[in-house]
């Protein structure tokens, strides 16, 4: 089994900033998928940005156009770690925020952490 654990949600101001963490720990295959999506009440869970493995260890990466140049994704391969550093929050970056890898032997999502963007 794969578990996901986020931390690092919280409350900021308009203009502030958030690093949110993911540690997966299981049986996880080398080539995989990490990424991040957000729930915002009332709304559907959508992508904000996924971190690929690639063929030496370094893999590409994929960002929703409303958060490009705000947010950046990077992971530790090593300790199968992804973080989002998010810069410049805005109100409408409130949700929670979820964790996700995929690999070969499934899709498996971390418990959500709150993510509260208000003066």
């Known amino acids: 089994q794969v578990q996901l654990v986020e931390s690092g949600g919280g409350l900021v101001q308009p203009g502030g900033s958030l690093r949110l963490s993911c540690a997966a720990s299981?049986?996880?295959?080398?080539?995989?998928?990490m990424g991040w999506y957000r729930q915002a009440p009332g709304k559907q869970r959508e992508l904000v940005a996924t971190?690929?493995?690639?063929?030496?260890?370094?893999?590409?990466?994929n960002y929703a156009d409303s958060v490009k140049g705000r947010f950046t994704i990077s992971r530790v391969y090593a300790r199968n770690t992804v973080y989002l550093q998010m810069n410049s929050l805005k109100p409408e970056d409130t949700a929670v925020y979820y964790c996700?890898?995929?690999?070969?032997?499934?899709?498996?999502w971390g418990q959500g952490t709150q993510v509260t963007v208000s003066s």
């Open positions: 996700k890898l995929m690999d070969r032997s499934g899709t498996y």
């Open positions: 299981g049986s996880i295959f080398s080539s995989n998928t």
């Open positions: 971190i690929s493995t690639g063929f030496t260890g370094g893999g590409g990466s």
